[in-house]
């Protein structure tokens, strides 16, 4: 699998705008950790989980893409991106991650709570992206127009040709910078169709690794089925991403 990895391009950037992302500092956060997905007991019976397909699986992903979830096409086929709208939905009603559609999630899906607004006043179109949750939601016109499971900074220590630091995504009031289409090669990896908030180092981008657990050096990774369109959804430059 390859690995999407955040960009140090501009390492005055990051200096100038989040000193903690670009230098180490003992007082650094530790990494976050998430529990892994659990996968559907043999007493869950007809749970819908990975693999399966049918009449059942279209209704699931008709819900998710109503309530701007993005399961990928409306199939039946319960794969990755269905997968990972669940794992969004799950993220933003509050309930444990599953690999599989709970009785709790069901309910839900019945009478869903909207995600919560983090900035009431940051405009119309914009960008927020909940790092507690590991969620992202474009607001269009105020009203929700999509919400993706993300994965972001995961805390961790690491050194690179670019000097050391903590993997953190840092939180604060940005605006979107630059688009660069397909595979983009930066020092700690590639990147997929990213948008750039801060200089060329932070960047909303596909990856094919996009885990429950947060695992990025600091970039905000989506599912590449989300990241074919994203960049299509936000106005470059100039969208407001506010990040918490």
Sequence with gaps: MRRL???????????????????ASPSAPAARTMPAARTAPAAAGRALQPGM???????????LAALKYYPGSIDGQFGTNTLEAVWAFEEVQGLPAHDYVTSAMQRALADPRAPMVLVPHGGANRVEVSLSREVLVLYHNNQVELISHVSTGGGYYYCSNGGCAYAVTPTGNYKTVVFMPGWV???LGEMYNPVFFIGTAFAIHGDTDVPLAPVSHGCVRIPMDIAAFFHKLVTVPGEPVYIR
């Design 5 to 23: 990895w955040l960009s140090l391009l501009v390492v005055s950037v990051i200096a100038a705008a989040v000193p903690t992302a670009a230098s």
């Design 53 to 63: 397909s049918g009449a059942a699986v279209k209704a699931l992903q008709r819900r």
């Design 185 to 187: 090669a930066v020092p």
